[in-house]
């Protein structure tokens, strides 16, 4: 199994390449983005040192289904998905927050709050809850949207509007966009026996319109649980089985690594290394309902190339 590292395409009209966390977004003329989706793999803002096989496949994957099933709540970038690994759509400039969305504490919201704060984000939290309880809605909880290198910081819906990052009118539209496509990702998950726990939406604006972009729905944007586990496991205060990321993260913390300065990366051996590929499998499978076909690794970067520019070939820029 193969590993995409990293590319570095030169298709008809490209403006700019930048190299993301995971994906590599490559500007054509201005109008076009392609968006590819490396199997680089980060955690507590880092990127890790090996790739994942089959990561980028099942992100890509997954994000163009929840893209294509969403469409009628809100206009999206994406335009087609020309290889397994690679989306084109329309380039937007994007809002500098994104959007979290939260329907129960867990994760970076537990941790917080298991440090003594009561509040996330401006809003308050009710003393006495539980890793992993439901809250009475989802909430959202924003985040800037970091530059390159930075980590994202929490932010509250006040501060965005005090800041002048979001108007308010266009934070009205994103907050409900952000709950529409989160109920609808729940009812879709719900038909898979899953519960969407959390996610994260980015939102920007093309022709005076608001666009979804990015990916959506993803286990690297998105938290889900087994909802046939969750009542037991909640009332006898066990972990949740989480199709998510979260499973990598909690590796690197039992192995000493939380991102902070002057830790080490723990040693990601071919086994770790098959173990996550063999889990983002997993996922894309639970959360489509779908068996995962896995696409030849054996000459990546030629394929999508020629995937891509075939496309190009033949778009014309609505």
Known sequence: MKALIRTDFNFPGQQSVYHGKVRDVYNINDELLVM??????SAFDVVLPEGIPY?????????????????????????????????????CEGFPVEMIVRAYLCGSAWRTYKSGARKLCGL??????????????????PTTKAAQGS??????????????????????????????????GSDIAAQKGLILVD?????GRRGGEIYLIDEIHTPDSSRYFYAGDYETCFRKGEPQKQLSKEFVREWLMENGFQGKTGQQVPEMTPAV??????????????????????????????????????????????
């Not at 590819?36 to 793999?41: L, S, W």
């Not at 496949?57 to 020309?82: E, G, M, R, V, Y």
């Not at 994202?152 to 952000?178: C, T």
């Not at 996610?199 to 939102?203: A, P, Q």
């Open 273 to 318: 290394v098959e173990r996550i590929s063999e889990r983002y499998i997993e996922l894309f499978e639970q959360i489509t309902g779908e068996t995962f076909i896995k696409d030849d690794t054996g000459s990546l970067l030629s394929r999508i190339e020629q995937h891509i520019i075939h496309y190009l070939s033949k778009k014309s820029i609505p």
């Open 124 to 141: 308050p939290l009710p003393e006495g809850m539980r890793e992993n309880q439901r809250f009475p809605e989802p909430i959202i909880t």
């Open 55 to 91: 990561k980028g496949q099942t992100l890509n994957q997954i994000a163009a289904k929840f893209l294509d099933a969403t469409a009628d709540i809100c206009p999206n970038w994406k335009l087609a998905s020309p290889d397994p690994m690679a989306t084109v759509g329309l380039r």
């Open 199 to 203: 996610t994260k939406y980015e939102f």
């Open 36 to 41: 590819v989706a490396t199997d680089r793999i």
């Open 151 to 184: 980590h994202d910081e929490d932010i509250s819906r006040e501060e965005i509007l005090s800041r002048g990052l979001v108007s308010e009118a266009d934070y009205a539209v994103l907050e409900k966009y952000a709950l529409e496509l989160f109920r609808r």
